[in-house]
């Protein structure tokens, strides 16, 4: 995995933990923390889904194309 993955899945992780936190100790009823949890949650899951799908595209766009020299060098 190259030192940029690493980096960007770190800061995704932290941003994830940070933003957690900040709800659980934010001066709020337990019913509406437990809301933003969820909410946050839900989003964190859509965007990891929608990156997980982008890069799954480009890695099939990529495969693809080799596959393709492949058989014009073959």
């Not at 940029?4 to 992780?13: D, E, Q, R, W, Y």
């Not at 949890?37 to 982008?54: C, H, M, P, W, Y």
Request: aromatic share 2%; proline share 1%.
């Amino acid at each position: 995995m190259k030192n940029t993955s690493k980096v960007l899945i770190a800061l995704g992780a932290g941003l994830a933990i940070g933003g957690l936190v900040g709800v659980l100790f934010a001066p709020d009823k337990g019913e509406n923390t437990r809301k933003k949890i969820a909410e946050s949650g839900k989003k964190f899951t859509d965007q990891l889904k929608r990156k997980v799908k982008n890069g799954k595209e480009k890695m099939e766009e990529h495969l693809s194309r080799v596959n393709g020299e492949l058989e014009e060098v073959i």
